[in-house]
């Protein structure tokens, strides 16, 4: 009988805690202010939009990297294979 009644206050216990360290530290958040009109807020940088570029060119075929995000060659032409 003792047992089951401890083993009943541990188990409050144990979801009290467990409650109390999800809901027990407050959020806190920084203060930022512009300095003014000339403030340039700038996008999260992400990762270029690579493209291969095939090409045909006296019976052999050459492959070269675009990068579609800056709209410029990522490199040399390739040698693929003779066709």
């Known amino acids: 009988m003792k047992n089951k009644i401890l083993k009943k206050i541990y188990v409050a216990l144990g979801l009290a805690l ?3 360290s999800l809901l027990g ?3 806190t958040a920084l203060n930022v202010q512009a300095a003014g009109d000339d403030v340039k807020i700038e996008e999260p ?3 270029d939009y690579l493209v291969w570029i ?4 006296d ?3 050459w492959k ?3 990068n579609a995000s800056t ?4 490199g040399e032409w390739i040698f693929v294979r003779w066709l």
């Open 45 to 47: 940088s992400r990762s």
């Open 54 to 57: 095939y090409k045909k060119e």
């Open 18 to 20: 467990c409650s109390m």
């Open 71 to 74: 709209e410029e060659w990522a």
């Open 64 to 66: 070269r990297l675009w």
């Open 59 to 61: 019976g052999a075929l």
């Open 25 to 27: 530290a407050p959020k």
